[in-house]
């Protein structure tokens, strides 16, 4: 049965709210070491996970603007305050985290004022795929089996998602600037 768009208590907005509330949890799990640990990498993966459930349960059930809202700022938290928390704990450097988080301010600034015209920005493709690769990196940074012995495939999967995140970012402001034409 589908939802009303303007509906605030609905199974994806649950979900999401949860993503938002355990994430505090999340970064506090998150160990001082470069070995990773077994529950931060747990309950980072359920975290992930949930951030593709929400999605499937709102495509099926309809989506709601509370979701719309709601569920990039809960990926933005999560993601960028793991990383934050991983650049403390001395596992992450500084500069590819800094570079993602003005990237995402950026474009968050960019959606606001658009939206306050009306204007929908939803993700593109390769935003998405930028999602998903900091989720990996994050998630093989604290993974035990990969966090010591394979700091080469974390830090490339951050890098990478720098890569992705500037580029994704410049494709939103080029087509910001063909349809203001």
Do not use: C
């Amino acid at each position: 049965m589908p939802v009303d768009p303007n509906a605030l208590a609905t199974w994806a907005n649950a979900i999401t709210a949860g993503r938002l509330v355990l994430s505090p949890v999340m970064f506090l799990v998150i160990p001082d070491h470069q070995r990773g640990a077994w529950l931060a990498y747990l309950l980072w993966f359920a975290l992930s996970v949930s951030d593709g459930i929400d999605g499937w349960v709102a495509r099926r059930h309809g989506t709601t603007s509370t979701g719309a809202f709601l569920d990039p700022l809960a990926d933005k938290v999560l993601v960028l305050g793991a990383m934050f928390t991983l650049v403390s704990r001395d596992v992450f450097p500084l500069l590819p985290v800094l570079l993602i988080a003005g990237r995402e301010l950026v474009i968050s600034v960019y959606r606001v004022l658009v939206g306050s015209k009306g204007v929908s920005v939803p993700a593109s493709k390769l935003a998405k795929y930028k999602t998903v690769v900091q989720q990996l990196a994050v998630g093989f940074a604290l993974w035990p089996w990969f966090a010591a012995d394979s700091r080469w495939l974390w830090m490339g999967l951050l890098w990478l998602a720098v890569g992705l995140a500037l580029i994704s970012g410049a494709q939103y402001l080029v087509a910001s600037r063909t349809t203001e034409k």
